[in-house]
């Protein structure tokens, strides 16, 4: 048998990972973070609660990187080409994508919304996500003041609004929820 390459132990190390991400995401979202132990957590992702901490030095820390890590991948989404203004063929990207990632992940986005609106969770994250959503409403501003909006504010909150309640609304009901339609309607009217 020969040695393992760097390459193949940074593989292990990611696939392990995303396996203890994998299965605390499931975990915190059907229990919520404070009951869900850490031995609960390596069992599902089938590793030693010692491996799990050379990992995640905490429970908060692993919450804190499956939040960052979906975070980022939305983000990715809202202003692709990183020069600071959306088009409309970005706004309709940012829309489409949204709706796309939480019909493909609502496992991740249960948690999301669950974790965003428990105060005491939140913390872990507030920070940072302040700075997102500061940053998202800056650019959703000049968007709707470049569309000539009577007031860009109200319009940048009332989009990013409908858009946390149409997930959520999304997420508790999925059967016969109208997600195409609502999709279409928001494309049409912010684009």
């Known amino acids: 048998m020969s040695p393992r390459t760097a390459e193949k132990f940074s593989e292990m190390r990611q696939s392990a990972r995303s396996r203890i991400m994998d299965a605390a995401m499931e975990i915190f979202a059907e229990e919520g973070f404070h009951p869900a132990s850490i031995g609960r957590i390596a069992r599902k992702a089938g590793v030693s609660k010692g491996l799990m901490y050379n990992y995640f030095k905490s429970k908060e820390e692993l919450l804190r990187a499956i939040i960052s890590s979906g975070v980022e991948s939305l983000s990715l989404g809202f202003d692709p080409d990183r020069d600071g203004v959306l088009t409309k063929s970005e706004m309709v990207h940012f829309i ?8 493909e992940h609502p496992t991740y986005w249960k948690l999301y919304f669950l974790v965003v609106y428990q105060s005491p969770a939140i ?3 507030e920070d940072e996500l302040t700075g997102i959503l500061k940053r998202y409403l800056r650019m959703l501003e000049r968007y709707f003041g470049d569309l000539k909006l009577e007031n860009p504010y109200v319009e940048a909150r009332l989009f990013m609004s409908m858009l946390d309640g149409v997930c959520i609304n999304f997420l508790h009901s999925p059967e016969g929820f109208p997600m195409e339609e609502i999709e279409e ?5 912010y684009s």
């Open 185 to 189: 309607k928001m494309v049409k009217m």
């Open 96 to 103: 489409r994508g949204s709706f796309s990632m939480v019909k």
């Open 123 to 125: 913390q872990l994250f």
